[in-house]
């Protein structure tokens, strides 16, 4: 069974920190990996995902993933936090493209 | 923009009743999903659908049916609703030849009371 795991439920960092939330999936062969942002009261909005090409994505506000295979990880980072980054993170992998498995989220603070 | 949209935000019902939540999408999707979730446990997959009257189960189906007579839009039914089931509730859809993104709706906030 696939399962992605992603180390500590919550983080907190100050505003101008670096941001460093942590991923790490099960998969026998090359995944699909996607990281999610949830605002409050809404559902999910793609952050940024891998399918194979670069192992370092670009995703939308400053956010960025590297793929590592001998680690079986996909930690998502940002140089600078900023107020507006404080959500729920939830890391995911599809092993086919067609069933998605996601983390339990982790809740990033951001404090002034 | 893909737009998957579910009709009720929040709802409140009582233990018993039948709940009926509805989730329509506009990009002629064919793989549709519902998950609830819930604090520290994060999406867990209710049951997906790969095709018009087609259905999976996902790892908790208990409780719930599903029903998706037209391909924009799945159901998620709770046939005797019970408080255990008050939750968030999020439908989503992909495109298998777009790059497997999984597009969400907004959620829909159940209380069973």
Redesign the interface.
């Known amino acids: 069974a696939q399962s992605v795991t992603q180390l500590g439920?919550h983080v907190s960092v100050s505003e101008g920190a670096l941001v460093l939330l942590r991923c790490n999936y099960s998969s026998s062969v090359p995944p699909?990996l996607?990281w999610?942002v949830q605002y409050p009261?809404?559902?999910?909005?793609?952050l940024l995902?891998y399918?194979s090409a670069a192992t370092l994505v670009k995703g939308i506000n400053g956010f960025e993933a590297e793929f590592k295979k001998s680690e079986t990880s996909f930690h998502l980072t940002k140089p600078s936090a900023h107020m507006s980054d404080a959500a729920e993170y939830?890391c995911?992998v599809?092993p086919t493209?067609?069933?998605?498995y996601?983390?339990?989220?982790t809740s990033l603070t951001v404090i002034p | 923009d893909v737009k998957v949209t579910q009709s009720s935000r929040y709802l409140v019902k009582r233990t018993g009743e039948k709940v009926f939540l509805e989730c329509v999408q506009d990009m002629d999707h064919e793989n549709m999903f519902w998950y609830r979730q819930d604090p520290g446990l994060g999406l867990r997959l209710i049951y997906f659908s790969y095709d018009v009257k087609m259905k999976e189960k996902g790892d908790i189906p208990e409780g719930y049916s599903v029903s998706r007579e037209k391909k924009e839009r799945f159901s998620l039914i709770l046939e005797s609703a019970s408080t255990n089931q008050t939750s968030m509730y999020l439908c989503a859809s992909i495109n298998r030849n777009s790059g497997n993104t999984i597009y969400f709706g907004e959620g829909s906030w159940l209380t069973v009371v």
């Not at chain 1, 009261?41 to 793609?46: D, V």
């Not at chain 1, 493209?97 to 998605?100: H, M, S, V, Y």
């Not at chain 1, 996601?102 to 989220?105: A, E, I, L, R, S």
């Open positions: 439920s699909y996607f999610y009261n809404q559902g999910l909005q793609l995902k399918t939830f995911a599809s493209g067609n069933q998605f996601f983390g339990t989220g």
